[in-house]
């Protein structure tokens, strides 16, 4: 009331100068606490719209009508925004205002392994993931929250599957042969967590460890990489945040196949050649009559393909007081696939507390509990006979049969034979059949801390890890692919766990202000149990239980193992700071692994780094454009134990013979493999140089690294000669190398009141090069499709000392056979008539075989890019991510049966119109007839590039004026997005981010043979804030 | 301070104590070599492990007659890669189906050669322990008789592996290799139980009789060769005229049975005419997916996948009153084509495995055998007739039995038990090793259009394995 009436005698007085409108020149200059101008500072006066930008020099000058209690609110990139009262004098006035620099970026605490540091005191490569930022793009998974943020880091969806999607993520290349080259995840100091159904909004950080110095601690888990992930935990007060989104998914492509007129066209071409070639006299399938009547008939693709649609809603709650702290959410996530049949649910409850035991103990807990069911399509499989692929059987069906006969009967088998191969309605199992996934998963790692003395702290933690999973399978007798087994269902269940202690020591204490030690030493010890069971039914009695009653069929050979692993640790960790310039850690770390052979059991991994805060010297402080500049360097020696169990051992397994009047299973056992006492970890040394460079007060920031990785004592599986009844024997021989260069680029374009631009780009280059394969000369490796391929001796590729990880090898494909002339003048011995591919005679010998293949591809890409734009105007913001891969080759199977190479299915449309049938016709697609390139293995032609370009997320966010609406709400912001908007590829296949048969080990990369594709996802989402 | 020390040290000698057991591992769900070969029922186990391979598809379920079959009874479609090269002779090291006949070979002998090493120290009847070594050491003979047949001097590998043993052996000699293989049958011959001992659950086993036959046929096979014994032949007869009279003697369990089409009939398979099959059975046996590959696609009936087609020539070459093999053997007709239809089963549904043995060891064999060992001691002996006479009347070609009138030459007889063997036996996994043993394999597939070069009686060492081995040395030719 004083102050209403004050104002009202401050007008009275001002009555008679109205109309003057007097003002007052404020002038004054910004600068950062060292004294630096702070060019680019926005200068507003609160309340008000008026304002100003400092000049380069950091000064400004500012008119204001009224002075009196008006206060200044000053702004810049990089610094905490600051308000500062105009003097009450009635005199012109100028100002120095000093800003502090923003705590973020800098100051930014940073989890590495067993503790937290701040950036700036970094000695390693360690890149955080932009969570904040992501908040309004949404996200299924972790993976997909690194895929293209972080440099140094290739995040490759294998197939997209609901549910089922798999990632493979390599952190600085390819490390192993025959072991996992995944990273280490660890979730809330668990390492080796499962991070499959962590719920992004729950997410606080995730921070990407690369180099040894930061990966060492943890040993011989660490050659991979290590990817720190911490969820949001409580603070004190009370929020609710509720984000919702829904949407629809599509196919982002589609092969375009011959319809049924093409198709019958076709197959009378195809049947006159062959009568041709066989000089048999077999009539077409169909009059040319019957075809010109057909039309189109049956596009099978839109058969299976559908819109789907997709939502997901969390809400979390978050609140406490100083003594006790809780984040408690809850999100339920459903997601129909684009193919029918396909779909997976979600429900997560993830719980965090934190509680102080007095003054000096604190305790808390991370948990969550969740459940996920996943209904498989059959997609991403061989294929073709009795293992169906309802995507790749869509594609290869006859368009002339119908989906459904005229009685309402599903068409039962592709036809007609023996032109065209047998394949299963895919309609009718994707509909009838069923297979479903569900995983129960448990998690919940609680920790003590007792602060012994100022600045020791002991930390333990006790944790489990538990999965119980299970799976469901039911094919029903009315299936063209029950023919054989009269109807199958099969039932199997996995419960996985593992349970970690962790007991730490950490001590921090600065000594006379320059000598700052940060000590942890602790010992952990970690037990993993893996158990499955299964059993599957044939004959089928009925099929009206799915696979709910294993009793009414004939039972086949149940199967069931249990396995364990033990890893004990000891580690420490020493970080000193000088001056807080010069930067020291020092880590090591000895792993026990039951793992290992008898004769190796422990293994020990040390690391050293050391960086210099070169912007804390005098002669770097005075350049003013420097905000920070950091040198790293890095060396230390990291394993992979990810070996499998038991595998040191000499080991008899259990294989069947039958015996007996009525033949009746009997159990065999036979010795399977040459024993290896020696059996270790593999070890990677590796080197790091990076430096951190910020400029003009962090308005651009750049992180640049370059690394150099040996891995040695590769896990082998050693080719030894057969007559010893072993293909193999498991050895630490072999080595391969990376090395590469990574950079991160973070600018603000744009930063003015009305207009926001920022830049995040990250760019990474990796050479692989296998240095070593121990006595082997090559190895061939790499999974190919047991359909198309079925006895294949050969593999997709080949590793050769010298040669990346990755090559695909075979033959040269060199144009079409034209005319007998030709042949014979090639005095090629090989059996070919014109319209055959030519593939080429490397030893020129004549002949075509295995000594003419090369290498005729690379599966890695040369190097990888993400790029982040955000532009807020106002209250709207827009997120445009860009991400991609250079210069690496898909081996497309695909096209082994789409376009050339056997005679039995569908074709894409233009092999109608486009291949060979006569001299000169064509020099690419060879006669429709031809069997060739199928029989011949792997050829270049079906190696296509793999680079793409992928505007990956485009989210168009409006942040909602909030007083307006309601006091209730804290934050309101609605959005939209678009998922997989547009790739820019040449890649003919569904969608160049592939690879078929991920899992089998490192080696199998870069093909594509029938895996989920990818589609684009267009959402609605909100996100309240209460 | 104190506290902390106190407290680190208990924790560090707490985790000492605990580690060194922890990290010794203990496997769960299979067996390792301090917990086997202790009891009976763990040789028996052994032993179903040497036969286990024997299902396989890369070897006695298909491969076994791709490599010995595609000869002048069907051919496989198309006539190109693995299948199409064994066909046409032009077979290389990287045929993969070459590759399977090796490495299955050596994974049972591999096999075969634990049981042999460590079944005689299990504490258990004597006999029925030596059965068991017995029918280890027929399967390692027979797996050698395939190597040495196939490539000629192959390594010969007789223990387990151990630090004592190379993984690089060197070919040893086709004589020696074809000694131990005889070694192996004399050994099994002489512990192996007889076939009416066999109980109804052991059927599918080895008996002495199928000892004695396998070795008639590894001495005829044997004096067709460079390291023939003179007394090859006379051991062949020996061995055949062994197994005779115990028919004679036990004819319920073994003998020719009267109806031909019923031995490759899926209900009366391990009848008394079968010695010896590779056994297969209904889910959950191993089905056997030979029916699969000789049946044609066409539905309702087939559902084959037509990958091998019977030669026109084939179903040509029988005599027109010799329609009950005829018909057994090429009777199916699709799409304008003759099928092998020995296979085919008829009590599963279209399109899946069947149940039928693949049958190793026949009593007709071994009545041909006996008239081959006979005309190859004496021509003019006249019992050589008897034998393929009653493989012949049991064929219903009673008014067309063979004698010195209508077959008066010794190499008339070879021709005449060329044939017969091709017509009793045909798909039976015979024909690419009695073309070499008569010396008809060039003119049967030169009548075919193929020309087959001297060094490709022999098949080639698998390339992979020249290469991972410096000891050995590939044939002449490849």
């Known amino acids: 009331m004083p102050k209403l009436l004050s104002i009202l005698l401050l007008l009275l007085l001002c009555t008679p100068f109205i109309g003057y409108a007097q003002t007052f020149n404020i002038t004054g200059v910004v600068i950062s606490p060292s004294g630096n101008p702070v060019p680019g500072a926005t200068i507003r006066q609160k309340n008000t719209n008026e304002n100003t930008i400092a000049g380069e020099d950091g000064t400004f000058a500012f008119q204001m009508r009224h002075k009196k209690g008006a206060t200044l609110i000053i702004s810049a990139v990089g610094y905490e925004t600051k308000e500062v009262p105009v003097p009450g004098s009635v005199e012109d006035a100028h100002l120095k205002i000093v800003l502090k620099e923003e705590a973020k970026g800098l100051d930014d605490v940073v989890v590495v392994g067993y503790g937290t540091t701040r950036k700036k005191d970094l000695t390693g490569a360690v890149s955080s993931v932009p969570v904040k930022d992501m908040e309004k793009t949404p996200v299924i998974g972790t993976a997909q929250m690194i895929e293209g943020q972080v440099p140094g880091v290739q995040v490759t969806q294998n197939q997209s599957q609901p549910g089922g999607t798999v990632f493979s993520i390599r952190i600085r290349g390819t490390n192993s042969i025959n072991s996992s080259s995944e990273p280490l995840y660890v979730v809330d100091g668990f390492a080796g967590a499962d991070v499959s159904t962590l719920n992004p909004s729950d997410v606080q950080s995730i921070d990407v460890l690369k180099d040894a110095s930061a990966t060492a601690i943890y040993g011989s888990r660490g050659a991979n990489g290590v990817i720190i992930i911490t969820t949001r935990r409580g603070k004190t007060g009370h929020s609710v945040t509720v984000d919702a989104y829904t949407g629809v998914q599509r196919e982002s492509k589609e092969y375009k196949m011959m319809d049924a007129q093409q198709f019958g066209n076709y197959l009378i071409t195809l049947q006159a050649q062959q009568n041709q070639l066989n000089n048999t006299n077999i009539p077409a399938p169909y009059t040319q009559d019957q075809v010109n009547a057909m039309g189109a008939g049956t596009n099978w693709q839109h058969q299976i393909f559908r819109t789907a649609p997709i939502s997901n809603m969390s809400v979390a709650f978050n609140g406490g007081n100083e003594d006790s702290r809780y984040y408690l959410s809850m999100s339920y996530y459903d997601q129909q696939g684009i193919i029918i049949g396909s779909d997976y649910k979600r429900g997560i409850v993830h719980f965090n507390l934190d509680q102080n035991v007095g003054s000096k103990v604190h305790v808390g807990v991370s948990s969550q509990t969740s459940y996920d069911y996943q209904n498989a399509p059959t997609v991403n499989t061989s294929g073709g006979g009795t293992t169906p692929s309802v995507l790749w059987d869509a594609v290869r069906f006859s368009p002339i049969l119908p989906v459904r006969d005229s009685t309402g009967a599903y068409t039962y088998v592709n036809e007609p034979g023996p032109l065209v191969s047998p394949l299963g309605n895919p309609v009718a199992y994707a509909n009838e059949a069923q297979d479903g996934v569900y995983n129960l998963r448990a998690f919940a790692n609680v920790y003590a801390d007792y602060e012994m003395i100022r600045g020791l702290h002991l930390r333990s933690t006790f944790g489990v890890d538990y999965l119980n999973g299970g799976e469901r399978q039911f094919v029903p007798t009315t299936l063209y692919v029950a023919a054989a087994t009269n109807g199958s269902a099969s039932q199997s269940s996995t419960q996985n766990y593992s349970w970690l202690n962790e007991n730490t020591l950490t001590y921090d204490k600065v000594f006379n202000r320059i000598h700052a030690v940060n000590v942890v030493g602790g010992f952990t010890f970690q037990h993993w149990y893996d158990k499955n069971f299964g059993e599957g039914i044939t004959n089928l009695s009925t099929n009206a239980e799915g696979a709910n009653n294993l009793g009414i069929g004939t039972p086949g050979t149940p199967y069931s193992s249990y396995q364990d692993n033990v890893l004990a640790s000891y580690f420490g960790r020493l970080n000193y700071r000088l001056m807080d310039k010069y930067l020291f850690t020092f880590t090591m770390r000895a792993d026990g692994s039951s793992r290992f052979g008898v004769n190796n059991k422990w293994g020990y991994f040390p690391s050293g780094a050391f960086a210099w805060r070169l912007s804390d010297e005098k002669f770097i402080h005075r350049i003013k454009a420097v905000s920070d500049l950091k040198l790293r360097t890095s060396y230390g020696v990291t394993g992979n134990q990810e070996i499998g169990d038991y595998q040191s051992l000499s080991s008899y397994s259990t294989n069947a013979y039958s015996l007996g009047t009525s033949p009746t299973p009997v159990v065999g056992i036979s010795p399977s493999n040459i024993p290896n006492p020696n059996l270790s970890w593999e070890s990677t040394a590796s080197f790091d140089a990076g430096v951190d460079l910020a400029l003009w007060n962090n308005r651009v920031t750049f992180t640049g690294d370059y690394y150099y990785k040996k891995t040695s004592n590769l896990l082998l599986n050693v080719s030894i000669p057969e007559t010893s009844g072993y293909g193999s024997i498991l050895e630490n021989s072999g080595a391969v190398q990376n090395q590469g260069f990574e950079l991160g680029i973070n600018t603000r374009n744009i930063n003015n009141r009305k207009v926001k631009w920022t830049t995040a780009l990250n760019f990474s280059t990796n050479k692989n090069k296998v240095l070593s394969l121990g006595t082997n000369k090559q190895i061939y490796a790499g999974d190919l499709s047991n359909s198309i391929f079925p006895s294949a001796t050969f593999k997709s590729g080949i590793l050769l000392v010298g040669k990346p990880i990755g090559s695909f090898y075979g033959y040269v494909f060199d144009g079409i056979w034209q005319t007998p002339q030709q042949i014979a003048e090639s005095g090629t011995k090989q059996a070919v008539k014109p319209g055959d591919p030519i593939y080429e005679d490397l030893n020129g010998d004549s002949l075509l075989n295995g000594s003419d293949r090369t290498i005729i591809g690379h599966a890695l890409p040369k190097f990888t890019y993400g790029m982040t734009n955000t532009v807020s105007m106002g209250r709207f913001t827009l997120n445009v991510f860009i991400q991609g891969v250079y210069g690496n080759d898909i081996l497309d199977e695909n096209l082994y049966e789409v376009q050339s190479g056997s005679d039995d299915f569908n074709r894409l449309a233009y092999i109608a119109t486009d291949s060979w049938t006569g001299p000169g016709t064509s020099n690419t697609l060879p006669r429709v007839s031809s069997v060739l390139r199928r029989s011949t293995g792997i050829t270049s032609d079906v190696i296509k590039s793999g680079s793409y370009l992928r505007f990956k997320t485009v989210t168009l966010s409006y942040d909602l004026p909030l007083p307006k609406l309601t006091t209730v709400f804290k934050a309101a912001t609605v959005y939209v997005t678009v998922q997989n908007l547009a790739t820019i590829s040449s890649y003919p296949g569904y969608d160049p981010e592939v690879n078929s048969f991920p899992t089998s080990n490192s080696l199998s990369l870069g093909t594509d043979y029938n895996a989920y594709p990818n589609y684009r996802t267009y959402l609605v989402g909100v996100r309240f804030g209460f | ?478």
């Not at chain 2, 014994?229 to 007869?237: E, F, R």
């Open chain 2, 1 to 478: 301070m104190t506290k902390f020390i106190h407290l680190s040290g208990i924790c560090v000698l707490l985790c000492g104590f605990s580690c060194t057991k922890q990290l010794t591992e203990v496997p769960h769900s299979f067996l390792t070599p301090s917990n086997f070969y202790k009891t009976a029922a763990d040789a028996t186990s052994a032993l179903n492990g040497v036969f286990s391979p024997l299902q396989a598809q890369t070897y006695y379920q298909r491969t076994v007659y791709i490599i010995a079959e595609p000869m002048d009874c069907w051919y496989p479609n198309p006539i190109s890669g693995d299948r199409g090269d064994l066909y046409a002779g032009t077979y290389t090291a990287t045929n993969g189906e070459i590759s399977n006949w090796w490495v299955n070979s050596y994974k049972l002998i591999k096999n075969a050669n634990d049981v042999i090493t460590y079944v005689p120290g299990i504490s258990m009847d004597t006999t029925q322990r030596n059965n068991i070594v017995g029918n280890a050491r027929f399967l390692r003979g027979m797996a050698y008789f395939d190597l040495v047949r196939s490539f000629g001097d192959v390594p010969l590998v007789l223990t387990p592996d151990s630090d004592s043993t190379s993984l690089f052996p060197k070919r040893t000699p086709t004589a020696q290799v074809y000694q131990q293989i005889l070694a192996d049958l004399q050994y099994a011959e002489a512990n192996c139980f007889h076939t009416a001992q066999i109980t109804s659950t052991n059927i599918g086993m080895i008996s002495s009789e199928a000892a004695s036959s396998m070795m008639a046929r590894v001495y005829l096979q044997r004096s067709s060769t460079a390291v023939a014994d003179p007394a090859d032949n006379q051991n062949a007869l020996t061995e055949c005229n062994k197994v005779i009279s115990y028919s004679t003697a036990n004819p319920a369990v073994l003998s020719l049975v009267t109806n031909y089409a019923s031995i490759f009939n899926v209900s009366t398979k391990n009848g008394p005419e079968c010695i010896f099959s590779i056994q297969f059975g209904a889910a959950p046996n191993a089905v056997n997916l030979t029916n699969r590959m000789f049946d044609p696609t066409a539905l309702p009936v087939y559902g084959g996948y037509g990958s091998l087609i019977a030669l026109t020539s084939y179903y040509n070459s029988f005599d027109p009153a010799d329609t009950i093999r005829r018909n057994e053997a090429v009777g199916t007709v699709s799409g304008g084509f003759h099928w092998i239809s020995k296979y085919f089963d008829p009590g599963v549904k279209p399109g899946a495995s069947g149940r039928t043995n693949w049958i190793v060891l026949r009593y007709a064999d071994v009545l041909l055998m006996q008239s081959e060992a006979l005309n190859n001691i004496n021509p003019s002996d006249p019992t050589k007739f008897n034998g393929i006479n009653l493989v012949r009347a049991r064929a219903g070609l009673l008014n067309e039995l063979l004698d010195f009138t209508n077959t008066p030459a010794s190499s008339d007889f070879v021709n005449a038990l060329v044939n017969e063997r091709g017509w009793e036996l045909g798909v039976e996994g015979q024909r690419r090793w009695d073309l070499i043993r008569f010396k008809k394999y060039q003119q049967v597939k030169a009548a075919q259009g193929y020309t087959i070069d001297n060094n490709h009686l022999l098949l080639p060492l698998p390339q992979t394995e020249l290469d991972l081995n410096p000891n050995l040395v590939q044939n002449p030719g490849y």
